[in-house]
Each structure stands twice: as structure tokens, then as C-alpha cells.
């Protein structure tokens, strides 16, 4: 193939934050597109095939506008942003960054990063009752709890509940120490880490002293009725099928109801169904209720975060395969014996008939 030069202006003062610290990003992009990056002032050329050097010019305009925003160019932007040059979505991303939810106690912008993401934004805005499952790192609940601090503060609820199953993780932590918020506490902590840098300390203590912002296990909703409230229920993976049907039996006029989970780290004990599980199949069909999938390509964290969960889903996908075929073998297996079995009785009936 020929290689072909092409050349575009890229203003100065955005040159380092489209490239990274060491050019890392100008890197990753020759890497995935097989081209090279040449910056000279305000003019970068791109060497590569005519295929390559579109694309990469492609790619490197998104990411100019988003600098041009003021938004600080991550290694999360320019892979996702190569991943969509697949699908020719790599536009997208532009419009993704217009909608902002709300700002941080520090004036940090939260907004969708990745059109799964902007798809359950949309969702929670139009349904009444969202379900949001994928892995870690999607974003799952705090693009929730940022449309659940937006809509109290826009007196479109009155309170914000926040509730998760006290269930640990793997491990056995035994009695904790304290009152009963003391013991829970540890439980709920990523929900309070989240509230803290959205809301502030100070405006959340004053809101849940008030009673306006209630963390609770799951435990504490059986009886309730929960009227104008956005209700955010964390690591729903990890109810029973009983406490799900609890939980979405509470609901009352005038709120907003989010589920979010990872049906991958369940902590249940034993062989117990997961009460996500049987909602998923339950609701799927019911209107106002939406179901939105994330997946590995939304993860907004670490990249090797997107690395780890395509490992854990590619090593179960080979494990699952692995059961299927033993399960099949076995069942041949058992035919088989039971074939011999009847031949066998077939026989010792035929020897007994010639005797008589």
C-alpha cells in the first residue's frame, strides 16, 4: 500500500492536552491506526495509508473540539474514540460532551462519556423505573446519583434515598463496633463518597439532618411507602428475588426509581438466585420500566479497568463453554450406558424365552 501525507492545522495551545504528557496519546493513536504524528507549530502531518491518515485525522478533530470546550483530554477519550471509528460514531462524541447533568462542589462538569452512558442518562429522564447493569467502572451509580442530586435541587423530588444490601463482599468482617449507623456505615461508604463530591459535606449534612437524604440498607424499606422521592438502589445483584419484589413494591406518585448492579460479582451466598436476575426477566416487558446494558467499552476508569473485565468475560465465556461440553459428554455418556443396559436386558428376555 502507498503511504500518503496529509496535513491539518492543530492550534498550539491544544497540542499538548490532545497528545498527553510525553505525546502518550499521539503514541496510542499510531499504535491502533498505523500511521505517524509529526507536529511542527500549529501544523501536524500524518503519515500513513490514505485509510489510516483519514481516520486518524478523524479522530484527532473530536478530540480538538472537546480540548476547545475545556474539557482535559484523558487516554479514556482517545480509546474511545478509536473504538468508534469502527462503527463511524466517532462524531458522537462531541455531541455526548453538550450534556452536562450537573457540576461538582468543585465546578467539575459530570456528563456522559460514552453513548452507553448517554443512552441511561436518557433513559432515566424518560422512565420511571431504570434498571442500569454492566460492570464496574461504567458509571453506573453515579451518573445515577447525579441525576438524583440535579432533580432535588430542582424541587422535582422532595428527598433522595439511597439504599444498598448490606452483604459483604467475599468476606467475613464479624461484629462491627458502634450504634447501628456505625455498623451500616461501611456498607453505604460509596454512596457517601459520591454524595461528598457532588453535593459538598456541609449541604449534605444539612440535607440529611433534615431527613431530605436518607442512606439505608435495603433492610430498613420493608413497610414503607416512598412518595416523590429518586430512589437509588446499589448492587441490586446482590438481593434476593423476595427483597427485589419488596424494594419495587415501595415506590409511590411522583418518584423515580433507579436499579443498578453487576451481574458478575454477586456476593449472595450458596446457590441464591439473584433477585436482579429475576426482575430483569420479569420487567423486561413492562412499559415505563427501562433496561439499559453497559458494557466493557463504557468504562470510564483506569483502562486496565476495560482490560480486566473483557479478561474476566473472555475467561468465562471459555469456562462456560468448558461446562457445556462436559455436560453434553456426560449426558452421550449416560445414553449410551443405558443403550448397553437395554441390549443387555433385551438379551437375558430373549435367552429366557428360548429355555421356556
Do not use: W
Not at 476547545?68 to 463511524?88: H, K
Not at 446499589?234 to 415506590?251: G, H, S, V, W, Y
Request: aromatic share 6%; with cysteine.
Amino acid at each position: 500500500m502507498s503511504i500518503v501525507e496529509t496535513t491539518m492545522e492543530l492550534p498550539v495551545e491544544h497540542s499538548r492536552n490532545i497528545f498527553g504528557q510525553f505525546d502518550a496519546y499521539a503514541k496510542l493513536i499510531e499504535k491502533n491506526l498505523g500511521v505517524t504524528l509529526i507536529v511542527r507549530n500549529d501544523k501536524l502531518k500524518i503519515l500513513g495509508t490514505a485509510e489510516a491518515t483519514e481516520q486518524a485525522k478523524r479522530v484527532i478533530d473530536q478530540l480538538c473540539l472537546l480540548s476547545e470546550r475545556g474539557n482535559a483530554i484523558t487516554e479514556q477519550n482517545v480509546s474511545y474514540a478509536l473504538s468508534l471509528l469502527r462503527s463511524e460514531q466517532e462524531a458522537k462524541i462531541t455531541e455526548i460532551d453538550k450534556d452536562i447533568i450537573c457540576h461538582t462542589i468543585q465546578g467539575k462538569p459530570i456528563k456522559p462519556k460514552t453513548l452507553g452512558q448517554k443512552h441511561y442518562v436518557d433513559m432515566i429522564r424518560k422512565k420511571m423505573i431504570v434498571f442500569g447493569v454492566g460492570p464496574a467502572g461504567t458509571g453506573k451509580t453515579y451518573l445515577a446519583m447525579a441525576m438524583g442530586i440535579t432533580a432535588f435541587k430542582n424541587d422535582d423530588v422532595s428527598r433522595i434515598i439511597l439504599t444498598r444490601p448490606a452483604i459483604e463482599a467475599g468476606e467475613k468482617l464479624g461484629f462491627l463496633p458502634g450504634d447501628l449507623q456505625s455498623k451500616v456505615d461501611p456498607y453505604l461508604r460509596p454512596l457517601y463518597d459520591a454524595l461528598y463530591q457532588i453535593m459538598g459535606a456541609d449541604s449534605f449534612t444539612k440535607n440529611m439532618e433534615k431527613g431530605l437524604i436518607e442512606v439505608a440498607p435495603l433492610a430498613y424499606m420493608r413497610g414503607r411507602t416512598l412518595d416523590n422521592a429518586f430512589i437509588i438502589l446499589d448492587e441490586a445483584q446482590n438481593t434476593t428475588p423476595a427483597q427485589m419484589k419488596m424494594f419495587l413494591t415501595r415506590i409511590g406518585f411522583g418518584s423515580k426509581v433507579i436499579i443498578t448492579g453487576d451481574l458478575t460479582q454477586k456476593d449472595l451466598p450458596g446457590n441464591t438466585t439473584s433477585g436482579l436476575d429475576v426482575a430483569l426477566r420479569v420487567l423486561k416487558n413492562i412499559d415505563d420500566i427501562g433496561i439499559c446494558g453497559l458494557t466493557a467499552q463504557d468504562v470510564v476508569r483506569h483502562p486496565l479497568v476495560q482490560k480486566i473485565v473483557n479478561a474476566y468475560d473472555e475467561y468465562e465465556q471459555k469456562m462456560n463453554y468448558r461446562k457445556q461440553q462436559k455436560s453434553i459428554q456426560e449426558t452421550e455418556k449416560a445414553k449410551k450406558s443405558e443403550n448397553t443396559q437395554n441390549k443387555v436386558m433385551k438379551k437375558k428376555g430373549e435367552r429366557f424365552f428360548v429355555r421356556k
